[in-house]
Structure formats: C-alpha cells, structure tokens
C-alpha cells in the first residue's frame, strides 16, 4: 500500500512540475528561436514560454543552470553556448547541460533592402575593403551574423561596421528600412518578406540550392567557403546535467510527440529547415561536432569585438 500511495505521490508531483515547467528562450520576441520554440511548446500541454535575452543567449543559458536540476525549467535556445567560452561570457556552456530535443538546422543568406544597388555579396566585400563604411545589422557577439562574418572575414578579408540589434527580427527590420546595408538571415524569418518583395536575398550560406529558392551559393562568389560548409544555425530544449533520470526520459519523450506533430512538421517543410529530431548522446554529439567546426574556423579569423549599438535596442 505504501509503495502504490509513494507511485501515485510521484505522478501527481510530476504532473504538477509538467503543468508548471517553464521553458527560457535565450532570443527576443518574433526572433527565429522564438518563433520555433513556441510552436514546439504549443504542442504540448503546461509548458509556458518566456524570453529572457542578453549576451547572446548567454543570460538565459546561466539563469537556468544556477537553478535547481529539477527539470521544471528549460532551456530553449541556438547554437550560440558552444561559444561563450571562446568569447568570455563564462564557462557556463552546453556541457553543463542533458539535449531533451535537438529540433533542427537551417540555411542562412544574405540580404539586403529591395532597392539596394548591391547585387552580389562579393560586390559588399570589395566595397569594404576599398575602405567605404558598410553597416551590417547583427545580434551582439557570438550571434549567427557575427559568427558567420568572422568565418567569410577570413576568406574575404573584409570588415564591415556592425551594428547591433537585440534578436535576428530587429535586424532583418533594419535591413527592410534601410538602416542597414545588409545582414546574415535565416530563410524562415526573411521568407515572408523576400516575397513580398521587401528585402532581397543575394546569396545562400550553402554549398547546394535550396529547394524553392533561386538564390546565388555562397560558393559560386568564394569557393573556399565549401570546407566550412554545411553550416547553420541550431535549436534545441536543455534541462541542466543531474536532473532525475526518469524526469528528463518524461522531457524526451514529451518533445519527441511536439516535434512529430503535424503542425510542427509542416512549419519546418515550408521554412526549408532540415529536422534532426535528436536527444541525449546523439544530440550531443551533433553539438560538440558543430562546435569543434566552427571553432577551429573562428580561431583563425580575425574577431571583431567592437560594435556600434543601435539606440534604442
């Protein structure tokens, strides 16, 4: 009697931690890990979301891991913790944390307004480095567009003035209006106005087309770029290293019935992203392998840790 009544304490225990969990999203509001990990989150009952932003993900990424492993908050956020410790945001990375879900990847391009005179990204390059003061819209060191300038600035050799913007929906807006002259986005959040005509995609960051999408390959401009390649943006939910075993298997298989939902598999097939549908070993493999990539790249790129800051973001 006393072993069912211990049972039935631990499920309700655990069902009022489900109702309660709260998932910590690392990006502003409308942002690309925003808009994914809220769909993913709607699938599921009693997880709320809320953002918590700063330092590239970095400010949700400690707030989790100075809390309890209980498995009552989660971490959603991108690929920018296997960073940190290369930019001196702490030692605080996704090795203190267990991948309940590795959603999926994406390709990222190039944009610029509609009516910018640049036709091609090489034609950005050489305007830079023929020393005019191109401003690129970014996301605060250890962003996607930071990263990505970094790795084609050991290329290309070419700086821009980059200036930033609290999450990836700001400075593609930037872009739109004309406060920028480009910037690096992800196809899910410039789809919609690539074909409303208020931006133009100029190049894809990819070695092979994109279904749907007839844009110019980075590698067509710079072909040495193909050993880099593929390279993309990732998003997954964290629960901090010691949680209960039997609380993060809960986790896993609560995400793997959001990610396999049929709302959310559409949402990846019209974004064009790629699903990994990861946990646990697997997940983390994935992660250290797309960190010993881009690192190596970045240690031999020429890191620019200066920013001109947008008022008003």
Partial sequence: MKR??????????????????????????????????????????????VN????????????????????????????????????????????????????ATEVVGVIVPANSKWQTFTEIV?????????????????????TLTAMLGSI?????VQEWYAGDLAARDAVIDGKADFTFCKLQMGREAFRDGKLRFISLIAKSPVEGWNVPLITEEYPAFADNLPWGPFYGVFVKKGTPAEVV?????????????????????????????????EAMKYIDEWQARTLAVLSKAKLNMNFRFNAGE
């Fill in 4 to 49: 069912l009544l211990a049972c039935v304490m631990a499920a309700v225990l655990w069902a009022g931690s489900a109702y309660g969990a709260q998932g910590i999203i690392g990006w502003a509001e409308g942002g690309g890990t925003d808009t994914l990990m809220r769909l993913l989150a709607s699938q599921m009952s009693g997880v709320t979301t």
């Fill in 52 to 103: 918590k932003t700063g330092l590239a993900g970095a400010v949700a990424t400690n707030f989790v891991y100075n809390l309890p492993a209980d498995g009552e908050t989660l971490l959603m956020n991108a690929e920018n913790p296997t960073l940190y410790k290369l930019l001196g945001y702490g030692d605080v990375d996704y090795s203190g944390f267990e991948c309940v879900l590795l959603a």
């Fill in 126 to 146: 050489n305007a830079a480095k023929e020393g005019r003061e191109i401003v690129e819209a970014t996301t605060n060191i250890g962003g996607m567009p930071w």
């Fill in 156 to 160: 290309t050799g070419a700086s821009f």
């Fill in 249 to 281: 298997d809960r986790w896993k298989k609560a995400f793997a019935d959001a990610y396999k939902s049929e709302a959310f598999q559409k949402f990846l097939a019209e974004s064009r992203m790629e699903g990994l549908g990861l946990s646990g070993d």
